[in-house]
């Protein structure tokens, strides 16, 4: 079983910046692929970005591309989501996702079997 906590969520001024984070339960976080999805208001869950175990490759949704950044500590068990140059649509409750199975398209949210509470992140003047 793994337990995903989300932290870091709030309001923030269009233009500015946000570091979300993630921590993670389990002894083998390491080999685990993570993802950020969001969620807006009346619209379904979306992927954001994802990065496999190892780090090395990572993938970006086109909407974020450039403005966010994922990135992982596997000695914390913990991935962060920068985001920068935030607008007002990217308001969303923010979910962290991991999977562990090691199979399935890294844009899928079927593919990732833990997920956690989610953290709201409010874009707006």
């Known amino acids: 079983q793994v337990q995903l906590v989300e932290s870091g969520g709030g309001l923030v001024q269009p233009g500015g910046s946000l570091r979300i984070s993630c921590a993670a339960s389990g002894r083998t976080f390491s080999y685990y692929k993570m993802a950020w999805f969001r969620q807006a208001p009346g619209k379904e869950r979306e992927f954001v970005t994802a990065m496999i175990c190892s780090g090395s490759a990572t993938y970006y949704a086109d909407s974020v591309k450039g403005r966010f950044t994922i990135s992982r500590d596997n000695a914390k068990n913990t991935v962060y989501l920068q985001m920068n140059s935030l607008k007002p649509e990217d308001t969303a409750v923010y979910y962290c996702?991991?999977?562990?199975?090691?199979?399935?398209?890294?844009?899928?949210?079927?593919?990732?079997?833990?997920w956690g509470q989610g953290t709201q992140v409010t874009v707006s003047s």
């Open positions: 996702a991991a999977n562990t199975r090691g199979y399935g398209s890294s844009r899928d949210s079927s593919a990732y079997n833990y």
